[in-house]
């Protein structure tokens, strides 16, 4: 799911975005099954490499403060180079996608399906693999934690950055064209210009979901192996594991400084700075503003920065070779024939992938087995839905509230995103503690940590609706003094249903997430568990039974899939078409 | 296709031959856009293209810029230029069509930039056709800065700098305000006598038959359906000219009627919309204005009869907009054109006295009769038990006959009639047409 910037969402895109069926349904099958193949070869062909999960110790993390600063830049350093390889992935494939219809044809539903797995799962697979490449070394570890932040940010990034290059202005496109400019030329000075916006808004949400994965990633333990890498997750694991309490808060502190820096250094100067790509030829009334940007904006080092990647724009002069004339595919019986070419290519490419994956499960799980996990998916389900309800019916109020309140909202609206982008996995421990202590139910009181990080998402998003409801309505509603029911239902409601869908959306999809993390924790030797998809899948993955965390991660894909299919997508179409503010 | 580049003859910039060029659908016939087109572009003068929009004069000004691959025809373009530019055309847009995120500069230095012009040369003709075009102090700022005037002397300059020996000018001045638009046609005619920009011909695109004798040294007149040339008028009126010359208006008044004018060979009424019965696309006109159009032409001193320009001048319309809308009163048989003249019908005079509920009888009864989807819908409609049809259905039996875009103003046009003369009813969000009115 792309997500719309909540400051300046714009109804003309939500409109587009809603209407543009991105996945033709039979293909989502289709890259469904392939993904599941592929994943089944990655597992395999590690396994085959045979090699034990390493026995490096702890890697060294010692509960030291003085240490938490190193570990901090560790962590912040491995979100970096995630979000650099999402970047990378982006372009080539959104670009591929865009520019080719048999590719788009397959990437479009895969990255739709990528998008809804909760990758926590990945865990298993992607460790196994990393440390295959490299036994026995430090690498395998931090590239496993890096692609596992890379699987939680990459995939709304290509998506808008798709969306965007399909919905480039035609006059545009026209003086590109009359103008002759090469490809090249064209991406640097209206593909990528176009596309900022979006791709940078959609980048700083994705980093500030990936925090979250960043501190799961840092110590996961798959089978009878506990891996460690230095950062704040490892700190928090081993803190857990001691039961030091003070440890944890020095872990929480340490991550909201790292979350201020990141937040006042690099989100906000980099979309105060993306608003001059907006493609609109008025001023706006009111520009992202960020101290920082402005700062730099003054000085030169913007300028020292910038001068690579002007240097690189300088490269768009380059004159341009001789143009060898494209053979033209897809017209004519040729065309037909590539086409038909390609569709059974991809037929026996899911045909293998069934296969492989029917082989690789059939051994391991029976059909009871299956049906009870379906149950336990049944459950977490529940416990989601009536989560984002209960989120729903507390913060939509005070949304609103606040959203109408301009003094309020300016002061709450970046404190709701630095909430949002705040690991919630460092704050489980006080609430279990609390738990063991009281002899909670942990069926009951383990669910709202579901939803503990995700609600944020919730709720700036509503303040965002309510501070965009039209002076002028606002006026009428006064003027027609409507009673308080009629006025939410007729003029608040509707006005800020597209942003809660957005909101709930994201919420929704990081609380499946959650669950996973969430359904069975540890303080010390204490363990607390749910009943759930996500107890089961973290289970099978500290058992290391790898057929089972297949098993758990599909069914739960597929219950987000239909959930999202079912639910949101259908609010969300129906709010791009009917209740949009102009 | 059989589109060539050949030389033209001597003399000629341009050379046009019979192009044809359908817009469609692959399963309909597809929408006649130009038709057996012939065009000679001469060193040193100004063409204009004038005819009412969907009159496939843009589809040809795309097709010589090699934005549009005709169906059919020629089009040679001799290529003075000695450097290896890709050709020596140059357009300018009606939405200015400028990249917000480069400043004035850059944005001028694009094209030079796509031929891969040295920095320091870009940089010395971007400054002078900043210059030339009185953009100087502005090199650095962005075009959301610009009021509408300006951004559209960015754009002419960014047209200039690559020394095209042609410019083609699509509707240029028609998103300006018409002080703006006036002082911007001032200052490129006057930069054009004194022979100060690097061009040789000028081709205008322009639905506004009084910019078209100001500008142009000869005026190709295109009919609508399909786009054909219907006449070529030559303008010798000395520069600078003046509107309020007699010879002036005498010049546009003629324009005008020959622009109304019934074409021999089409069908009596339904001619001048493009394709006929449900094929039919119609223009988007509010019923206000068609109201506002009947009260107008009743009302003394014309008493349901006038002569169409002084009509336009009297309620204060381009003349080039009064006509979608008298065309869609003759459609409905609520008056007769004749080429200067309209007149309303015995219909359209029980309209203007009538009151609110029976003008909408009185509408709806012309709607059923004359205009054939209105009928075909209602028609549909009755036949059905639920009384209700997807407006998808008959949207895709346009689109056998229209572009997708044509396809949905016809569809809104025929939403807006039906609706006022309550003969059906429709409902937006769930897209579909139905018999009830509501409660």
């Keep these: 799911m792309v997500f719309l910037s909540p400051d300046r969402m714009n109804p003309g895109l939500l409109a587009r975005f809603a209407r543009r069926q991105f996945a033709p349904n039979r293909f989502d099958l289709v890259a469904f099954l392939l993904l599941g193949g592929l994943a089944v070869i990655v597992l395999h062909g590690a396994r085959q490499m045979n090699l034990p999960i390493s026995h490096l110790p702890n890697a060294g993390v010692t509960l030291d403060p003085a240490r938490l600063p190193e570990y901090a830049l560790r962590s912040t350093l491995r979100m970096f180079a995630a979000i650099i390889a999402s970047l990378l992935f982006t372009f080539v494939v959104a670009t591929l996608a865009a520019k080719s219809r048999k590719a788009e044809l397959i990437i479009i539903p895969a990255l739709d399906i990528l998008q809804s797995i909760p990758v926590l799962g990945f865990m298993t697979f992607t460790l196994t693999f990393f440390m295959g490449l490299f036994p026995g070394h430090e690498l395998g570890e931090e590239l496993a934690s890096i692609f596992l932040v890379f699987t939680a940010q990459a995939w709304n990034m290509a998506f808008s950055f798709y969306q965007s290059l399909r919905t480039l202005p035609e006059d545009l496109i026209d003086v590109s064209r009359q103008f002759g400019l090469t490809p090249w030329q064209r991406f640097l000075r209206l593909e990528l210009p176009f596309a900022t916006p979006a791709l940078v808004w959609n980048t700083m949400m994705s980093m500030s979901g990936g925090w979250f994965f960043v501190v799961a990633s840092e110590a996961m333990q798959v089978g009878a192996n506990t891996v460690t890498i230095p950062g704040i997750g490892s700190w928090l694991a081993l803190a857990i594991a001691r039961q030091d309490i003070a440890a944890v808060g020095w872990a929480v502190l340490a991550m909201a400084v790292v979350i201020v820096l990141y937040d006042q250094l690099l989100f906000r100067p980099t979309v105060a700075w993306a608003d001059k790509f907006r493609f609109e030829q008025t001023a706006s009334e009111e520009e992202p503003k960020s101290w920082f940007f402005d700062l730099l904006r003054r000085t030169r080092i913007l300028r020292r920065v910038g001068l690579p990647f002007r240097r690189l724009a300088g490269f768009a002069a380059i004159p341009r070779l001789p143009r060898l004339k494209a053979p033209r595919l897809g017209g004519g019986a040729g065309g037909v024939w590539f086409d038909r070419a390609w569709i059974g290519l991809v037929g026996l490419g899911v045909a293998w992938a069934a296969w492989s994956i029917v082989r690789y499960l059939s051994g391991a799980i029976g059909p009871a087995d299956a049906l009870k996990v379906f149950g336990l998916g049944f459950i977490t389900l529940v416990r989601v839905l009536i989560l984002i309800a209960i989120a729903t019916v507390i913060w939509v109020p005070i949304g609103v509230w606040i959203g109408l309140r301009p003094a309020w909202s300016q002061r709450i609206q970046p404190l709701a995103q630095f909430l949002a982008a705040f690991p919630v996995n460092l704050l489980y421990p006080f609430a279990v503690m609390a738990i063991v202590a009281w002899r909670l139910n942990p069926n009951i009181w383990l669910s709202p940590l579901i939803i503990l990080g995700t609600q944020w998402y919730i709720v700036f998003n509503v303040i965002a609706g309510a501070s965009a409801l039209p002076n002028d309505l606002k006026e009428v509603a006064g003027i027609f003094r409507l009673r308080s029911w009629q006025r939410w239902r007729d003029f608040i409601l509707p006005g800020i249903f597209p942003y809660y869908v957005t909101g709930a959306l994201t919420a929704s999809g990081g609380s499946w997430n959650a669950s996973i993390v969430v359904e069975v924790v540890n303080w010390g030797h204490t363990r607390l568990q749910a009943d759930g998809l996500g107890a089961f899948i973290a289970n099978a993955t500290a058992g290391g039974d790898f057929p089972r965390v297949a098993l758990g991660m599909t069914v739960m894909s597929v219950f987000v899939i239909i959930l999202n299919r079912s639910l949101w997508r259908p609010l969300y179409r129906y709010a791009a078409d009917n209740l949009r503010l102009t | ?439």
């Design chain 2, 1 to 439: 296709m059989t589109l060539t580049m050949d030389r033209p003859i001597a003399d000629a910039l341009v050379e046009v031959k019979g192009l044809r060029h359908v817009y469609g659908t692959g399963s309909g016939p597809g929408l006649v856009v130009l038709e057996d087109v012939n065009l000679t572009l001469r060193s040193n003068e100004i063409v204009g293209l004038l005819g009412r929009s969907g009159s496939g004069k843009s589809t040809l000004l795309r097709s010589i810029a090699g934005l549009i691959h005709p169906t059919a025809g020629s089009i040679g373009i001799s290529d003075q230029a000695d450097d290896d530019s890709a050709s020596g055309v140059a357009m300018v847009f009606q939405t200015f069509a400028l990249f917000p995120w480069l400043t004035v500069q850059k944005n001028v230095e694009l094209g030079l930039e796509a031929r891969g012009v040295p920095a320091d040369e870009r940089r010395k003709r971007t400054l002078a056709a900043i210059d030339l075009i009185g953009l100087d102090g502005f090199e650095n700022a962005y075009p959301k800065e610009l009021s509408g005037g300006m951004r559209q002397r960015v754009g002419l300059a960014r047209a200039l700098v690559v020394q095209p020996s042609i410019l083609l000018m699509d509707e240029p001045f028609s998103a300006l305000d018409v002080l703006t638009a006036e002082t911007l046609r001032t200052d490129l005619l006057d930069l054009w006598s004194e022979g100060r920009m690097p061009i040789r011909s000028i081709l205008l695109v322009t639905h506004n038959i009084e910019e078209a004798v100001l500008m142009c040294d000869r005026i190709l007149v295109f009919s609508s359906n399909p786009g054909r040339v219907i006449a070529e008028i030559g303008v010798d009126l000395p520069r600078p000219r003046k509107r309020l010359d007699p010879a002036f208006r005498a010049l546009v008044d003629d324009i005008y009627a020959r622009m109304t004018a019934k074409p021999k060979d089409a069908p009596a009424r339904d001619g001048l919309f493009p394709g006929t019965g449900l094929g039919m696309a119609l223009p988007h006109i509010s019923t206000n204005e068609l109201a506002g159009m009947i009260e107008g032409l009743a009302a003394a001193p014309n008493n349901g009869s006038a002569d169409l320009a002084d009509l336009a001048r009297e309620l204060q319309f381009e003349a080039d907009e009064l006509l979608p809308i008298a065309e869609t009163l003759q459609l409905m048989r609520l008056a007769e054109l004749d080429g200067r003249r309209i007149r309303l019908t015995a219909a359209a005079k029980r309209y203007d006295a009538a009151d609110v509920d029976e003008r909408k009888q009185i509408f709806a009864r012309q709607l059923l009769a004359y205009v054939p989807l209105a009928a075909h819908i209602r028609r549909v409609l009755d036949d059905r038990p639920s009384h209700q049809a997807p407006a998808s259905r008959f949207r895709d039996e346009l689109e056998d006959f229209m572009s997708e875009q044509r396809a949905e103003e016809t569809l809104d046009a025929i939403v807006s009639w039906g609706r006022y003369a309550e003969v059906f009813a429709f409902h937006d969000d769930e897209d579909r047409f139905s018999l009830d009115d509501p409660a």
